[in-house]
């Protein structure tokens, strides 16, 4: 699986801690910036991130930013992007099973062992792929091409 990873200079630090926590796991890893702790938009990496699923370049996407809630809204701008901000493992699970998620955004203020249990709860969770799961993701993807 190759995972995309983008943030702002908020998230940067903690980006870089994720990279090194998911490359211990033998995940690919596509960095989709920032580089530095320079100010910068959040805006555009998470729309890099959006491009790269939508590429397929990766598999799934994790955004940082200071709360998260920028990147997960700058994320479902993009279309086909389902992007979740989640705060907790229960969001994880659920936003992966019942929505069927292809990003995540998460809040740089997280302590890491909630950052690694978050990730690791999405990435292990399969698509429930029950009708009425499946119903609703075709009703947003509807709506998009309008």
Same mark, same amino acid.
């Not at 249990?117 to 499946?134: A, G, H, P, W």
């Not at 119903?135 to 998009?144: A, S, W």
């Given at each position: 699986?190759?995972?995309?990873?983008?943030? =702002?200079?908020?998230?940067?630090?903690?980006?870089?801690?994720?990279?090194?926590?998911?490359?211990?796991?033998?995940?690919?890893?596509? =960095?989709?910036?920032?580089?530095?702790?320079?100010?910068?938009?959040?805006?555009?990496?998470?729309?890099?991130?959006?491009?790269?699923?939508?590429?397929?370049?990766?598999?799934?996407?994790?955004?940082?930013?200071?709360?998260?809630?920028?990147?997960?809204?700058?994320?479902?701008?993009?279309?086909?992007?389902?992007?979740?901000?989640?705060?907790?493992?229960?969001?994880?699970?659920?936003?992966?099973? =019942?929505?069927?998620?292809?990003?995540?955004?998460?809040?740089?203020?997280?302590?890491?062992?909630?950052?690694? =249990?978050?990730?690791?709860?999405?990435?292990?969770?399969?698509?429930?792929?029950?009708?009425?799961?499946?119903?609703?993701?075709?009703?947003?993807?509807?709506?998009?091409?309008?």
């Amino acid at each position: 699986m190759i995972i995309g990873i983008a943030s =702002d200079h908020r998230g940067f630090k903690k980006k870089i801690k994720i990279i090194k926590f998911l490359k211990n796991k033998k995940y690919q890893i596509k =960095d989709y910036g920032t580089d530095s702790l320079e100010n910068v938009d959040y805006v555009d990496f998470a729309f890099k991130l959006g491009a790269g699923i939508n590429n397929k370049e990766i598999d799934f996407g994790i955004a940082l930013c200071s709360n998260g809630i920028g990147m997960s809204i700058a994320c479902n701008k993009v279309k086909n992007i389902r992007c979740a901000k989640v705060n907790n493992e229960k969001e994880a699970k659920e936003a992966r099973e =019942d929505n069927n998620v292809n990003a995540i955004a998460l809040s740089s203020q997280l302590y890491m062992f909630e950052i690694k =249990d978050i990730i690791s709860k999405v990435l292990k969770t399969k698509f429930k792929s029950f009708e009425r799961y499946n119903r609703r993701i075709e009703k947003l993807r509807k709506y998009e091409e309008k």
